[in-house]
């Protein structure tokens, strides 16, 4: 059966083939992480990610050297979002706590592509339900935008004329080390299992 799509939809669908072109999975000989890796980028992975200026769920203003302190996993998503959202961020919590059985602590982080209903308290709330350390950030559409064209993310709002409204977005998530940048982009079906030796290599390297 032929399905038609969206205008937003067949956008969001070219934009993610388009990020999917530039992950292929070619380590580097010259790469200290080299065998950590699965993921190559376009440009190398230190292109991803940047400074960014953002609010915690204090309504704090925040940048990415208050809130990278340490290993982290970020995420680009929404409160509302019905399954994948949710599902990648429990993803992420479990990865985390599978590092820490190893020794190794991480920070999950969520950054919203919804800042219109996601409040400091509310992206704060939503973070807290899935890992004690997992930090949530929101911020004005302009600093929103910053930070997810600093990371290659894509989003776009479903127009409606009620607050149920969706977003399309990316589902990657980044894997960020202090001094070090990005050293890592994890697919939306990697296992925890997997993101947490990923980046247990990567850990065990760095230090």
Known sequence: MIKA???????????????????????RDDDPFGPCRTTAVQGGLGSIGGPFELVNSLGET???????????????????????????????????ELLEAEGHIV?????TVDP???????????????????????GSDAQVRAA?????????????????YLVDHSTFSYFVLPGHGTVEVFR?????????????CFLERAQ
Do not use: K
Request: aromatic fraction near 12%; glycine fraction near 6%; charge should be negative.
């Open 148 to 164: 997810s064209q600093a990371y290659r993310t894509f989003f776009a709002r479903h127009d409606a004329e009620d607050e149920f």
């Open 116 to 138: 219109a209903r996601d409040t400091p308290e509310v992206v704060g709330e939503f973070a807290s339900i899935f890992h004690d350390r997992m930090i949530g950030l929101t």
């Open 5 to 27: 799509y969206s205008a937003g939809a067949a956008v969001f669908i070219a934009a993610l083939l388009g990020v999917l072109g530039w992950l292929a999975f070619a380590p």
């Open 62 to 96: 925040v940048t990415d050297a208050d809130v990278i302190t340490m290993p982290s996993i970020l995420y680009f998503g929404y409160t509302f979002c019905p399954d994948v959202c949710p599902l990648d961020s429990a993803r992420n919590a479990l990865a985390t």
């Open 188 to 200: 939306h079906d990697t296992p925890a299992e997997d993101v947490a030796r990923a980046a247990q």
């Open 107 to 111: 920070q999950p982080v969520f950054i």
